[in-house]
């Protein structure tokens, strides 16, 4: 069985400042996927990232960029120069891609103060 | 491309009493999903639908939720009855035939149980 885990609950930081959002997964599987996902506060969950098991390189978009690192079971999630508009609830997610359930951690609530 | 369609947007009713969600997946997703979204959790994959075949519904309660898929596009999820915890955010998913590509979230079906 898949986990993942998000050991932050709430952050909140002020505008412009950098901020890093946790994931930690657990797997049997050497097949694997990860995700981010926001959801604002009109409840849609927004895709952000998909990265699969086999490609550790660290991706940058925009603000945003990602750190997977398989020696420690992490995926993390940084945003640079943080805006209000960041602010939102973060999941971290996990697939097998053999029948593409998603196993969401509980989630991150990030806070961008003016 | 018009993403997923999830009615209504919110909903309130008694202990006891059914209510019913509809959900339209993104036209040629053939892979539909129901995830229940508690209060400060993430989304649990209720069910899975390929096409109108359940692929997994092992964590569905059948004692009172039911979902169909008849002709393979538009899905209904029905509880009957409803129980005070069962108070969450129903979201709808569709994907690109059971892949991991184009999964697309609704904006959710907001339920609650008074």
């Known amino acids: 069985a898949q986990k993942v885990t998000q050991a932050q609950t709430e952050i909140s930081v002020v505008e412009k400042e950098d901020v890093t959002l946790d994931c930690v997964y657990e797997?049997?599987?050497?097949?694997?996927?990860l995700f981010w996902y926001k959801q604002p506060p009109s409840g849609e969950l927004v895709f952000l990232i998909r990265?699969?098991?086999?490609?550790?390189q660290n991706e940058i978009s925009g603000r945003y960029s990602w750190n997977f690192q398989k020696s420690t079971s992490s995926f993390n999630f940084t945003i640079t120069a943080s805006q209000v508009v960041d602010s939102a609830v973060y999941f971290c997610?996990?697939?097998?891609?053999?029948?593409?359930?998603?196993?969401f951690g509980k989630g991150i609530t990030l806070s961008v103060r003016p | 491309e018009a993403g997923v369609a999830q009615s209504p947007r919110y909903k309130i009713i008694e202990k006891r009493q059914s209510v019913a969600f509809w959900c339209n997946p993104i036209?040629?997703?053939?892979?539909l999903y129901w995830y229940q979204q508690i209060l400060g959790q993430g989304p649990k994959l209720l069910i899975q639908?390929?096409?109108?075949?359940?692929?997994?519904d092992s964590q569905l309660p059948k004692d009172r939720f039911s979902a169909e898929r008849l002709k393979g596009v538009d899905s209904t999820l029905k509880i009957q009855p409803a129980k005070l915890e069962d108070s969450a955010v129903y979201l709808c998913?569709?994907?690109?035939?059971?892949?991991?590509?184009?999964?697309?979230f609704g904006s959710g079906t907001r339920l609650t149980v008074v």
């Open positions: 997610a996990s697939s097998t891609g053999a029948n593409s359930k998603l196993t």
């Open positions: 639908f390929q096409n109108n075949g359940v692929v997994d």
């Open positions: 797997t049997r599987d050497t097949t694997y996927y």
């Open positions: 036209s040629g997703h053939a892979t």
């Open positions: 990265r699969n098991s086999f490609d550790e």
């Open positions: 998913a569709s994907s690109v035939t059971g892949t991991l590509y184009g999964y697309t």
